[in-house]
């Protein structure tokens, strides 16, 4: 469908695909109307609504600067809250909880966040004022009020978008964020069992760590996931120390949902409520249809004295500075 | 022919917003094809299934093929 469309008719469609044509930015949107964000990601919520005929006759494309527009029409939307994470360290189980109440929207490392974020190493010419401004937009399209329930909106970062934090910084200065982490041997084992995608030699995701093709090829697999980790470790720790960015190790998850997350998000939820976000962490955050078990001991069976090695090196020491700033955290608050 | 008219329909009925709410509720392709149909006779326009089933597969292949 063409790019004229009148912004107006966009509510209760979301942007979903961001991407590059001769002619310019361009967004693909789909239409969720009151339809919630309650899947783990929202790429899974999308996968599912484009099976809609209705999704599939109708698919407006506009220019990037609808974003703009949208927010024109519809209003600028402040995230409560932003999360960044370690990877596999319980971020999930914090959206999934935000999300088990109609009155909170919670945007699980959505592909069409990542492709701003990733806009200006595809093609040069664009300006970070410009960038953070798409930024706005794309939160403000993701988050909008499309039940007139929503209050809080909550987004959910991919574990390595830590490199983008003085940006995201930038663009929502006065919006509180954690960073979710856990001993470095049990993400390790689960990167082990099955690696993100960014913690692929050679994937697009993984070109932003800059590594050479020699350490990509050479590397062991347990020293590759272990420098990633450290690259992202460091970066959240100068978040911690420059922005505020707040520390939570997984093992005070569920219970720092009320004690520390929500007090530094400022967002507050009635008895009811809080028994409505615990009972979602009885499943798996990541797949629903199952009960949570906790995994510790089994990750640590796991290691091997690879993992152990590429931690101990590279890993240890930053989980070690994580608790002294955790603490010191707490200690202020 | 047809197909040209479905496309002119899809573009008319995007700014009818009573045709859109009456198309979003048509979960199922087949009553989603029907309706469509339907609203397109009623408005002049002349097309049949399989039109629309080649306009959601041209979709549907875009879409997958413009992941970011």
């Known amino acids: ?333 | 022919m047809s197909r040209e008219n479905l496309e002119a329909f899809r573009d008319l009925v995007w700014e009818d917003e009573a045709a859109l709410n009456r198309l979003r509720l048509a979960t199922e392709r087949s009553g989603f094809e029907a309706l469509l149909i339907e609203l397109g006779q009623a408005a002049g326009y002349e097309f049949d299934r399989s039109d629309i089933s080649l306009i959601m597969r041209e979709n549907h292949l875009a879409w997958l093929q413009r992941w970011a």
């Open chain 1, 1 to 333: 469908m063409g790019m004229n469309l009148d912004t107006r008719r966009l509510r209760g469609w979301l942007p979903v695909r961001f991407h590059m044509r001769s002619t310019g930015l361009e967004l693909d949107w789909c239409y969720l109307g009151e339809q919630r964000l309650t899947d783990p990601f929202f790429d899974d919520t999308i996968a599912r609504q484009l099976h809609y005929p209705f999704n599939l006759f109708f698919q407006p494309r506009t220019t990037i600067q609808t974003l703009a527009e949208f927010e024109t029409h519809f209003g600028r939307r402040q995230p409560a809250g932003l999360i960044y994470h370690w990877s596999r360290c319980g971020s999930t189980l914090v959206t999934q909880m935000f999300a088990a109440l109609e009155r909170n929207t919670a945007v699980s490392e959505a592909s069409v966040i990542d492709a701003v974020l990733r806009c200006r190493r595809w093609q040069g010419g664009i300006q970070e004022e410009q960038q953070i401004e798409w930024l706005r937009g794309m939160v403000s399209a993701l988050g909008q009020n499309r039940d007139n329930a929503d209050e809080n909106v909550f987004i959910k970062f991919d574990s390595w978008h830590v490199i983008f934090l003085p940006l995201l910084q930038r663009a929502f200065p006065r919006v509180p964020a954690i960073f979710v982490y856990r001993d470095p041997l049990e993400i390790m084992a689960s990167q082990m069992n099955s690696r993100a995608a960014f913690m692929l030699p050679g994937t697009p995701d993984a070109l932003v760590f800059d590594f050479s093709t020699t350490e990509m090829v050479e590397l062991s697999p347990e020293q590759y996931i272990a420098r990633v980790l450290a690259a992202i470790g460091r970066l959240a720790l100068a978040g911690a120390r420059e922005h505020k960015l707040m520390l939570l190790n997984y093992h005070e998850l569920p219970a720092a949902m009320e004690t520390r997350i929500a007090p530094h998000f400022g967002v507050k939820f009635d008895r009811e409520e809080w028994a409505t976000m615990h009972a979602a962490t009885v499943f798996n955050a990541k797949n629903p249809a199952l009960k949570f078990s906790g995994d510790t001991e089994a990750k640590r069976r796991a290691a091997t004295p690879e993992m152990l090695n590429a931690c101990a090196e590279w890993l240890d020491p930053l989980y070690s500075e994580f608790e002294a700033v955790r603490l010191e955290q707490i200690g202020t608050n």
